[in-house]
């Protein structure tokens, strides 16, 4: 009982959004009719219609195995940037506008990628929460974050940049409808954006240290 009441007290921000998207993932399930409104439609958007869809596909999930892989990621990124953001002394809040910032992002690079296409949906919160673990390595660019042996140690900016590479890889594989590669593309590069915008006084160091 004691780690739940102190991982709570600890994450309150990441426990909302985890909360929220689960909440309106299941409700997605079960009302079938509800989870078509709300999921992403690159072409409607494209015809200006549905244009709330951008803020809700990443609130509802395919299945609870898509939902749970999300989940994981944003449990594990979302606790080490509420610990980043209080070093920063920022509330620990700010962390759902970023996750909806970087998804709106996300929805909105890939939506346009793909508005002639009738056939495609998106939903999902992988890229609020690629975003957000864009900016949680920003923020720790020096720091080990990756460790694989026998090559070595990985920081913050290694990791990202390996982020990028695997996101832009994955663009080349032949995805199903409801798997939008760009959309994780998108959200990672929002992610760097909003970082060297919020943060540049952090970021700032990082170019003096390689160009300096």
Not at 9 to 31: D, E, M, R, Y
Not at 44 to 57: D, G, M, V
Not at 158 to 168: I, K, P, T, Y
Request: with cysteine; glycine share 8%; aromatic share 14%.
């Amino acid at each position: 009982m004691d780690f739940f009441t102190t991982f709570l007290q600890h994450n309150p921000a990441t426990i909302t959004l985890v909360l929220l998207i689960v909440t309106v993932s299941i409700v997605g399930f079960l009302k079938p009719s509800l989870f078509a409104k709300l999921v992403m439609v690159p072409y409607s958007l494209y015809k200006k219609e549905r244009l709330y869809t951008l803020l809700t596909a990443p609130l509802v999930h395919k299945n609870v195995l898509h939902l749970l892989l999300n989940l994981l990621v944003l449990l594990i990124v979302g606790m080490g940037l509420e610990k980043d953001l209080k070093l920063e002394r920022q509330s620990p809040f700010l962390l759902l506008f970023f996750f909806f910032l970087c998804a709106l992002l996300a929805n909105i690079g890939s939506s346009w990628r793909h508005r002639r296409n009738l056939r495609v949906r998106s939903m999902g919160s992988s890229g609020g929460a690629l975003g957000l673990m864009a900016i949680h390595l920003l923020l720790n660019p020096f720091k080990y974050m990756l460790n694989i042996q026998p090559i070595g140690h990985f920081n913050g900016l290694a990791v990202l940049l390996f982020l990028f590479v695997l996101v832009s890889l994955s663009l080349s594989r032949q995805s199903d409808e409801m798997v939008d590669h760009w959309n994780h593309f998108f959200g990672v590069l929002g992610g760097t954006i909003i970082g060297l915008l919020f943060f540049w006084h952090n970021t700032a160091g990082i170019f003096s240290y390689y160009l300096g």
